[in-house]
């Protein structure tokens, strides 16, 4: 018999075929049929909560989340999760930045948590401390998403060369990512 950490990395990649094809509801059956099988795995359990974050399954998401946290409460990307998912549905913000800072305080200089940073900040208003963030984080890694971030935060304060600037080099970033 299979070791269970072997079949969940199999349910894994069998999860981003479907994802790579369009088809995120196969995908979430696919991981719910799988943590019936393997309960509380906290590979699937992620991987199942980024799916329902995609479908807009936002409460499926927190619980998958928050019991992902519960199993091990040093997740960074569990937190950081949960906090990018609030923020970016402009969810209880507050929640989502102390989430977002545990997640920092746990993995610092991580890129994409520092993209959760800046974005939460754009989301409350405080657009100046986004941007830094945000600039951070593309310099630790020209990344597509993070680009979008900062280049909308910028146009929102009226920086509209350096906005477009950005969204180029994020265009540029996601042409290599394909090669």
Do not use: C
Request: hydrophobic letters at 40%.
């Amino acid at each position: 018999p299979r070791s269970l950490a072997v079949q969940s990395q199999i349910y894994l990649v069998q999860e981003q075929l479907l994802l790579d094809a369009g088809q995120e509801e196969k995908a979430l059956e696919l991981l719910n049929a799988a943590l019936t099988d393997i309960p509380d795995d906290p590979d699937l359990l992620y991987a199942r909560g980024l799916v329902t974050a995609q479908l807009k399954r936002i409460d499926e998401h927190e619980r998958d989340m928050r019991r992902l946290i519960e199993l091990e409460p040093d997740n960074a990307h569990a937190y950081n999760a949960l906090g990018y998912t609030l923020a970016d549905q402009a969810m209880r913000l507050e929640e989502a930045l102390v989430l977002i800072e545990k997640a920092i305080g746990l993995q610092p200089g991580d890129p994409f948590i520092l993209d959760s940073l800046g974005w939460v900040h754009y989301r409350l208003g405080n657009y100046q401390r986004a941007v830094d963030y945000l600039k951070e984080a593309m310099e630790l890694r020209s990344d597509p998403e993070i680009a979008a971030h900062l280049g909308e935060v910028l146009w929102q304060q009226g920086n509209l060369d350096e906005a477009r600037r950005v969204w180029q080099v994020g265009r540029d970033a996601a042409g290599s990512e394909k090669n």
